[in-house]
């Protein structure tokens, strides 16, 4: 049984880019999360995924979007990147209904 | 929304010792999880324990959801143990997280 695997592990952007961060999720798992962790701080939730479509968000603004793909990967979206949007993006994979969560390793972002 | 709250926030403790790791949370809950942060990043899935008490090796967990709290024990604790410890709740009953403060525990060799 494969994990969740998250590309790329590290990035760096200049304020005002957008970047795309990857998810592939575990296999028999139909939902994805996404969580943005500060430094020093514990997860936030941004989004959720079912079914291709979003299903929850967290208190995040627009310019943070989401795409599920038919094999239940994911991306993360992030348009006009502020200095603040520095944190480790986390990936988190669960079946409906199953609470069970498996996270990635993250990616790191680093907004210079 | 639901508050969750862990203590202590700091925890350093000699090699072989043992250690216990609380968590509040501020209304009722049908699922909390205890995950270990390794220095890389990773959450790794501790327990997913709603209720009662789960072992697995020299960890083991309690929640009494009724009191709204949960509790984590590590017993003769390893270097490898060090790390932050977060337990997580649902958010408004449905699938997503909300994330203690965390216990961050560092075990001296």
């Known amino acids: 049984e494969t994990g969740v695997t998250q590309s790329p592990t590290h990035l760096i952007k200049t304020r005002g880019q957008q970047v795309t961060l990857r998810c592939s999720s575990q296999?028999?798992?139909?939902?994805v999360s996404w969580y943005q962790q500060a430094l020093g701080q514990g997860p936030q939730f941004i989004f959720q995924?079912?079914?291709?479509?979003?299903?929850g968000r967290g208190n995040f603004p627009p310019r943070f979007s989401g795409l599920q793909f038919p094999n239940y990967s994911s991306e993360l979206n992030v348009n006009a990147l502020e200095l603040d949007d520095s944190a480790l993006y986390l990936c988190?994979?669960?079946?409906?209904?199953?609470?069970?969560?498996?996270f990635g390793s993250g990616t790191r972002l680093t907004v210079v | 929304g639901i508050q969750v709250e862990q203590s202590p926030p700091d925890l350093i403790l000699q090699e072989g010792a043992n250690s216990t790791l609380r968590c509040n949370f501020s209304?009722?809950?049908?699922?909390l999880q205890w995950f270990h942060q390794n220095p890389w990043g990773q959450l790794i899935n501790l327990f997913y324990?709603?209720?009662g008490t789960k072992q697995n090796g020299r960890l083991s967990a309690t929640t009494v959801a009724t009191e709204r709290y949960s509790l984590l024990y590590i017993s003769s604790s390893q270097t490898t143990d060090s790390g932050v410890y977060f337990c997580?709740?649902?958010?408004?009953?449905?699938?997503?997280?909300?994330f203690g403060t965390g216990t961050r525990l560092t075990i001296i060799p």
């Open positions: 209304d009722s809950v049908n699922n």
């Open positions: 988190a994979s669960s079946f409906t209904g199953n609470y069970g969560y498996t």
């Open positions: 997580a709740v649902p958010r408004f009953g449905n699938e997503k997280l909300t």
């Open positions: 296999s028999g798992h139909n939902t």
């Open positions: 995924y079912y079914r291709e479509e979003e299903n």
């Open positions: 324990i709603p209720s």
